[in-house]
């Protein structure tokens, strides 16, 4: 046994004695997917952060201890289904997820847009014209590109199913590699169904 195994027995079992105690506020986990490394945060709530990595796992992690608390430790326990969820999306195995989310990120209009994200369906698009009039604020076309962009749950709370008016894919947090990735995707298994 090495002293880097040993170290990861140790923060494996404090996460473990931290949530026992009630004393973890944010576990965090990062999973290799096709669009690169991504980290998924959760509080007891729920999902309440997925990170790419090109947006940084050290920053994004401070930002949620900022936002939620201190206590954020490496547990991934917590995060198995979301991981498995998304390992199925990515499979073509699973059209939608099932995992609780937590919004503890998002308020007003950015929180109403990214709820009704959810509502575009697999293998479907909406201009961000469309998201505005959907959410009841058909003006709002600019703040609805904000509210995707600081979506904090990007792929399960789909914001890469939001395009240009032109059919463009328009910019992502993930990179617009990663969007169009995500968009012919969903499009190949809308077509193999």
Same mark, same amino acid.
């Given at each position: 046994?090495?002293?880097?195994?040993?170290?990861?027995?140790? $923060?494996?079992?404090?996460?473990? !004695?931290?949530?026992? &105690?009630?004393?973890?506020?944010?576990?965090?986990?990062?999973?290799?997917?096709?669009?690169? @490394?991504?980290?998924?945060? /959760?509080?007891?709530?729920?999902?309440? @952060?997925?990170?790419?990595? $090109?947006?940084?796992?050290?920053?994004?992690?401070?930002?949620?201890?900022?936002?939620?608390?201190?206590?954020?430790?490496?547990?991934?326990?917590? =995060?198995? +289904?979301?991981?498995?969820?998304?390992?199925?999306? %990515?499979?073509? !195995? !699973?059209?939608?997820?099932?995992?609780?989310?937590? %919004? +503890?990120?998002?308020?007003?209009?950015?929180?109403?847009?990214?709820?009704?994200?959810?509502?575009?369906?697999?293998? !479907?698009? @909406?201009?961000?014209?469309?998201?505005?009039?959907?959410?009841? *604020? #058909?003006?709002?076309?600019? &703040?609805?590109?904000? &509210?995707? /962009?600081? *979506?904090? =749950?990007? =792929?399960?709370? #789909?914001?890469?199913?939001?395009?240009?008016?032109?059919?463009?894919?328009?910019?992502?947090?993930?990179?617009?590699?990663?969007?169009?990735?995500?968009?012919? =995707?969903?499009?190949?298994?809308?077509? *193999?169904?």
């Amino acid at each position: 046994m090495t002293i880097r195994d040993d170290v990861g027995e140790l $923060r494996a079992r404090l996460a473990v !004695r931290a949530e026992a &105690a009630g004393l973890l506020e944010v576990a965090y986990r990062t999973i290799d997917t096709p669009v690169g @490394r991504v980290l998924l945060a /959760a509080t007891d709530r729920g999902l309440v @952060r997925v990170a790419f990595e $090109r947006q940084g796992f050290d920053a994004t992690l401070d930002r949620l201890a900022d936002a939620l608390g201190p206590r954020v430790l490496e547990a991934p326990g917590r =995060l198995d +289904a979301a991981a498995r969820e998304i390992d199925e999306f %990515f499979a073509g !195995r !699973r059209t939608g997820f099932d995992v609780p989310l937590d %919004f +503890a990120l998002s308020t007003g209009f950015r929180l109403d847009v990214q709820r009704s994200l959810t509502t575009i369906g697999y293998g !479907r698009t @909406r201009s961000y014209r469309e998201v505005a009039q959907a959410v009841g *604020n #058909p003006g709002a076309v600019r &703040a609805v590109g904000t &509210a995707c /962009a600081t *979506n904090p =749950l990007p =792929l399960v709370v #789909p914001c890469h199913r939001v395009t240009r008016a032109d059919g463009s894919p328009g910019r992502y947090a993930g990179g617009e590699e990663a969007k169009v990735m995500l968009l012919a =995707l969903e499009a190949t298994g809308v077509a *193999n169904r």
